[in-house]
C-alpha cells in the first residue's frame, strides 16, 4: 500500500520507490493497461475454441499473440517505474520453480 507524504511525493513502506503523483498515475495506469492486454487474451482464446473457422481462428490466435507481446511490453514499463516490483515477481516464479513445477 502507498503511503502519501507532503509534496505529493509517496513512498511504499516495502521499498525505496519515490516519486510525483505523476509517477504514481502512470504506474497505475500501466498496472491497469496490464489487466486490460490479460482480459483481451482471455476474450481471444474463448473465441479461438469456440470456433472451427480457420480464417477467424488463424486471426484470433494471431491478435492473441500480440495481446501477449503487449503484456511482456507493460511488464518491462511496470519494472521501469517500479524496479522493487521486479524482485517480488522474480520471488514468486522461484517459489513456483522450488514446487518442481519446472
Excluded: C
Aim: no cysteine; hydrophobic share 30%; charged share 25%.
Amino acid at each position: 500500500m502507498f503511503n502519501y507524504s507532503s509534496g505529493n511525493n509517496y513512498s511504499n513502506n516495502n521499498s525505496n520507490f519515490r516519486g510525483s503523483m505523476e509517477d504514481f498515475e502512470t504506474l497505475q495506469n500501466a498496472r491497469k493497461d496490464l489487466i486490460g492486454e490479460w482480459e483481451a487474451i482471455i476474450q481471444y482464446d474463448e473465441h479461438l475454441h469456440n470456433t472451427n473457422v480457420s480464417a477467424a481462428k488463424s486471426t484470433w490466435e494471431n491478435i492473441r499473440n500480440e495481446e501477449l507481446v503487449h503484456v511482456g511490453e507493460l511488464l518491462g514499463l511496470l519494472f521501469y517505474l517500479a524496479p522493487y516490483q521486479k524482485q517480488y515477481i522474480e520471488e514468486g516464479f522461484e517459489e513456483f520453480n522450488k514446487r518442481g513445477n519446472k
